[in-house]
């Protein structure tokens, strides 16, 4: 955790200083690089040290899951600010937006750090566990005769976010020119990311939903719909920029869905304690190859069949999940007994 923060605050400040594109696109990179590092480290962490009886695995991911989307909606707002602020200054700051937000986010990550340590002196129960021989509450609590859907979540992980990529990576740069203003376009995409956070947070409250196949149908259907809002306006005939609300809509929906995909795998990842290392590894990967695969996926869509293409691909990944999940918790329910507990 402390490696994966130490080298983002060190990305940053190397990005203040980049001279052209090359070095960006570098920077960007290596940003995405040690976030992995903290946030795979990070998660294996809260496992060990915020899971008992009070406070279960599920309501423990729900809330990180929160916590993340948080920022995420948060992030892009304090961007926009920051590069305003940068287009309007005189003289050599002009222009420079990128570097004060570079800035902000080294000072973050130097924020961050000062709670780490206080965090981690605090949760000293861990060395005790360690010392003491004795296993984590997480390790007893999801283990039993429950399947290993570690491999289901990663499939659902990769395709729900390569949709909810698509969204992303396709709606701002349609909307921008059809002539809806930009905030506007940026609060769409604050609502998807604040759904997704609630929405796992609300699900993490439960936890027989993630070994029921007919549970996992209905948030597919949800997610479907999220993604046909999208189409809607244009096989209407609506005007793009007085479609707002219908835009909104759809965020809540499908951004819900992509919360209760990065809730499932990101519970079944870690709910096998002998794999968890290994298994959040694997999931952190398929999650951000779902994130890069979207966007080109549904930017070609676009550029080549038109953009309503790009959305209905995400509609038809979504309910193609949902009836994958509902065959697969079927044949492993008939296969094994599901002692829930």
């Known amino acids: ?32 690089v040690f976030q992995v590092i903290f946030f ?37 707002i304090l961007t926009g600010f920051l590069m305003r602020l940068g287009d309007t200054a005189g003289g050599a700051a002009k222009g420079s937006g990128w570097i004060y937000a570079y800035l902000a ?20 129960k861990t060395e005790k566990w360690r010392q003491a021989g004795i296993t984590a509450p997480a ?4 283990t039993g005769e429950k399947p290993d859907l570690a491999w289901l979540g990663w499939t659902m992980a990769f395709l729900v976010i390569a949709g909810g990529g698509i969204i992303r990576g396709v709606f701002p740069s349609v909307a ?14 604050t609502v998807l990311a ?58 809540v929906l499908f951004g819900g869905y992509m919360g ?13 304690p002998e794999k968890a290392g290994r298994n959040i590894a694997l999931n952190e990967f398929f999650v951000a190859g779902g994130a890069i ?10 550029r080549s069949h038109g953009y309503h293409f790009s959305f209905i691909l995400a509609a038809a990944l979504a309910i193609i999940v949902g009836v994958f999940q509902l065959y697969s918790h079927w044949r492993y329910g008939k296969c094994r007994p599901l002692r829930l507990g």
């Open 139 to 142: 390790a007893r609590t999801e």
């Open 176 to 189: 921008t020119r059809a002539g809806m203003l930009e905030w506007r376009t940026g609060s769409v995409m």
């Open 260 to 272: 209760s995909a990065y809730l499932y795998s990101g519970f079944h990842s870690l709910a096998h």
């Open 40 to 76: 795979a480290s990070f998660q294996l962490f809260m496992k060990d040290v915020d899971t008992d009886d009070s406070k279960p695995l599920p309501r423990v991911v729900g809330s990180y899951t929160l916590a993340w989307n948080i920022g995420m909606s948060l992030g892009p």
């Open 105 to 124: 986010a080294a000072c973050l990550s130097l924020s961050l750090l000062g709670v780490m340590f206080w965090v981690v002196k605090k949760s000293r």
């Open 194 to 251: 604040l759904a997704a956070g609630l929405f796992a947070y609300g699900l993490s409250w439960g936890r027989k939903w993630m070994y029921s196949g007919p549970a996992m149908l209905i948030l597919a259907v949800i997610g479907t719909g999220g993604a046909i809002h999208f189409v809607v306006p244009r096989l209407a005939g609506w005007e793009f920029t007085d479609s707002l609300g219908w835009f909104y809509l759809g965020a």
């Open 293 to 302: 695969l979207g966007p080109l996926a549904g930017g070609w869509l676009a």
């Open 1 to 32: 955790m402390f490696f994966g923060n130490i080298g983002l605050t060190g990305v940053c400040i190397l990005g203040m200083a980049a001279v052209n594109l090359t070095m960006l696109y570098l920077t960007s990179f290596l940003v995405g």
